[in-house]
């Protein structure tokens, strides 16, 4: 993993987005997966949505409630940060992806335990987390299932919700047989392949981890300002495992995740598992207010990260993408994430979102090529419960990643070049009759069955991925002149 | 400078553009949407029932006078015995028969030798088919209906509310809240949807309404 930032914040550093799409496309499996995996919960979350005929106004008010927060975001964290420590938690604050590995390990080490039980959590993927307690000699057991099928592979996530949705299940199989008697109890003899046996298989691993664990390590989904309430939304039960046996807590939130009031949880809590798995609810949602007497742990530390976050809230535009609640809604439909899958993005957060997240949260001279990721189809700013309009914030970004590699060239490139070519041709009619009659004549030579495959010279990269039509024989210009002079002299 | 300093230094830098005297309630949040998906005079319970089955819980209705016999019908079709209980739940209700009733206080491990666990609930939501524990009156603590692989929870007609929105209201959020829709459910292999990873592999619930008198 490397930091190109040079202030703490993880990029893993893969391929830029087109050379790693490239080698995802070549993969047929992982493309069936993916479109039967997205088409299924695009499908389930339609209908489900469409239960509630007010989901409009549902998605307005959730924008409303992130834009009063980020607007007066220093005002909710003090007031999250009292109501935390008045209800008995402990708050940490932490700059960047260092500060916060460097906090949790310090509170891990103050309990003299070596092991954490970890609900799965993109704020703790996003610094590294598992990565720099295994460095300290602390080992980090991810406990939801798909996260628990990612570290035994040594794999990363390919998906928001789903993360293992690039393995089928007898690749999950053969996993779970060779590797989970490294990490603890093993597989069954003669695990076969069927769902319910592989979910029963990790059932029976996990289940001696949380009976002995004593430092649990989350996420947050929200947070109350007003209360001090946290949430955490999930289905197999595995955090509500760790949220309540082991006696200290520790969790990590970006800031950006604080909502104002409990009331707001009302439309968050409607529009999260609809958007997200397409439920009505999610199977098990836990919600606590620091500690409770004889309850679930009797320590809790709230570690609450910027790590890029502030930077991304200085830009008007690009800061709507902290409103994310994470519901991978924008993956499922998007129809590049579709083809690609998580992996190519290089990110924690892949898809549209990802595509506008990470090149804020890194620094777009880091991630220049993700904010291109992107047909700008339109169809993420749809499915957002909380309407962000990623295609705004992504010609935004592209537009950002074009002025910075301008500044830093001394001699334009092709594209320029071609921009600025054009700039002239279009401005001229008589250059653009010109450059139509020899687009027609070199089109038809390049042409096969009226596509063009590959066009020459520095064009080369751009029709690398797509065909071109053939230029008509007769350009618009032409034809309009014969027509309608005949008929004029018709007249 | 302390990391808190810094941070919340870097927030208000990055809001240069909002006004200095703009106050949080400055930023309007339209409140359209309504309060409950149903309509006036929806029988409450029944949509209830309905939707918690739909997430593959099994679901019974019975009046005040046949819930004993309930909970002995639902515990002997799922061949549970030995069963935890709150501190505090109701021995009257509890049927006679076959089954060993281990009330709290219980170690974790002596939870995960037990087959299962009879709760009352702190509110239901018709709309989503949940059931919200709050570790009150009847409920126990977290762990209770967590660790055991069964666990029958009883929501009595008028505490189900209609929407997520009734029922935040109805809530006391410093109190520790779990919402419960079904039983714990995982579809990360091939989003193939398996009940039962580390919760509860069963849930029933027995819906108390006088209006249902019904006996199993």
């Given at each position: 993993m490397s930091d190109p930032a040079g202030r703490g914040v993880v990029w893993l550093g893969s391929p830029a987005f087109p050379d790693a799409a490239r080698d995802a496309l070549k993969d047929t499996q992982l493309r069936a997966n993916l479109k039967r995996a997205t088409s299924t919960i695009r499908d389930k979350r339609l209908a489900v949505a469409s239960e509630l005929d007010d989901w409009e106004e549902l998605r307005t008010s959730a924008a409303a409630i992130k834009k009063r927060t980020a607007r007066h975001l220093d005002h909710y964290l003090?007031?999250?940060?009292?109501?935390?420590?008045?209800?008995?938690?402990?708050?940490?604050w932490a700059s960047d992806a260092a500060e916060a590995n460097r906090i949790v390990t310090e509170l891990v080490r103050a309990t003299g335990e070596r092991e954490?039980?970890?609900?799965?959590?993109?704020?703790?993927?996003?610094?590294?987390?598992?990565?720099?307690?295994?460095?300290?000699?602390?080992?980090?057991?991810e406990t939801d299932l798909a996260e628990l099928i990612v570290q035994l592979g040594e794999d990363r996530p390919s998906h928001i919700l789903v993360p293992a949705i690039h393995k089928n299940r007898t690749e999950i199989r053969d996993l779970f047989a060779a590797e989970m008697g490294?990490?603890?109890?093993?597989?069954?003899?003669?695990?076969?392949?069927d769902p319910a046996e592989l979910a029963d298989a990790a059932r029976r691993h996990l289940r001696e981890k949380f009976l002995t664990a004593k430092v649990a390590v989350s996420g947050a989904n929200f947070a109350v300002a007003d209360t001090g309430t946290v949430v955490v939304?999930?289905?197999?039960?595995?955090?509500?495992?760790?949220?309540?046996?082991?006696?200290?807590?520790?969790?990590?939130?970006?800031?950006?995740?604080?909502?104002?009031?409990?009331t707001d949880l009302e439309v968050f809590l409607q529009l999260l598992p609809r958007s997200s798995t397409g439920e009505r609810m999610n199977p098990y949602t836990s919600t606590w207010t620091g500690t409770t007497d004889g309850d679930g742990p009797a320590a809790f530390h709230l570690v609450l990260l910027d790590n890029g976050r502030t930077d991304t809230l200085a830009d008007t535009v690009g800061r709507q993408a902290l409103a994310c609640i994470r519901c991978s809604a924008c993956l499922n439909v998007c129809p590049v994430f579709e083809r690609t899958g998580g992996h190519a993005y290089g990110s924690v957060y892949p898809g549209p979102i990802g595509a506008v997240?990470?090149?804020?949260?890194?620094?777009?001279?880091?991630?220049?090529?993700?904010?291109?990721?992107?047909?700008l189809c339109g169809a993420c700013y749809d499915a957002c419960p909380v309407k962000i309009d990623i295609p705004e914030v992504l010609a935004h970004l592209?537009?950002?990643?074009?002025?910075?590699?301008?500044?830093?060239?001394?001699t334009p490139t092709a594209e320029a070049l071609a921009m600025k070519a054009a700039a002239t041709v279009l401005g001229s009619p008589a250059l653009l009759g010109v450059a139509q009659r020899t687009a027609a004549i070199g089109g038809r030579a390049l042409?096969?069955?009226?596509?063009?495959?590959?066009?020459?010279?520095?064009?080369?990269?751009?029709?690398?991925?797509?065909?071109?039509?053939?230029?008509?024989?007769?350009?618009?210009r032409t034809w309009w002149r014969k027509n309608r002079s005949q008929k004029e002299g018709e007249r | 400078m302390s990391s808190r300093e810094a941070i919340l230094g870097r927030v208000r830098a990055a809001l240069a553009d909002v006004p200095v005297d703009e106050i949080p309630e400055d930023v309007p949040v339209p409140r359209n949407y309504r309060r409950a998906h149903t309509a006036p005079g929806d029988d409450l319970v029944t949509l209830f029932a309905e939707r918690v089955a739909d997430y593959r819980a099994t679901v019974h209705r019975t009046d005040e006078t046949g819930l004993t016999d309930a909970i002995a019908a639902a515990l002997t079709a799922r061949g549970v015995r030995r069963l935890a209980l709150p501190r505090d739940f109701p021995s009257a209700l509890l049927p006679s028969g076959p089954w060993t009733w281990h009330r709290e206080p219980l170690e974790v491990p002596d939870l995960d030798a037990l087959d299962g666990t009879v709760t009352l609930a702190a509110a239901g939501i018709a709309v989503t088919g949940t059931v919200v524990l709050d570790t009150g009156a009847g409920q126990g603590r977290r762990a209770l209906t967590l660790v055991p692989d069964h666990h029958l929870c009883i929501v009595y007609a008028e505490q189900i509310a209609a929407d997520v929105p009734d029922a935040l209201g109805l809530l006391d959020p410093t109190r520790p809240l779990t919402f419960v829709s079904g039983p714990s459910a995982t579809s990360d292999i091939e989003l193939d949807r398996v009940e039962g990873v580390h919760g509860p592999r069963t849930l029933d619930v027995i819906v108390v309404d006088p209006t249902h008198p019904e006996h199993p």
């Open positions: 003090v007031q999250l940060e009292e109501s935390v420590t008045a209800a008995g938690g402990t708050v940490h954490v039980v970890k609900i799965k959590s993109m704020a703790t993927q996003e610094i590294g987390l598992n990565e720099h307690l295994a460095d300290e000699g602390i080992t980090a057991y490294h990490w603890g109890r093993p597989a069954p003899d003669g695990l076969t392949d939304v999930e289905s197999e039960g595995n955090g509500r495992m760790c949220l309540t046996l082991p006696p200290t807590l520790i969790t990590v939130m970006g800031i950006e995740k604080v909502v104002p009031t409990w997240l990470t090149p804020q949260l890194v620094g777009v001279e880091n991630a220049a090529s993700l904010p291109f990721a992107s047909t592209r537009a950002r990643v074009v002025e910075q590699a301008r500044a830093e060239r001394r042409a096969r069955r009226g596509r063009i495959g590959r066009l020459p010279g520095p064009l080369r990269g751009w029709s690398d991925s797509r065909d071109t039509p053939a230029p008509p024989a007769e350009s618009f | -």
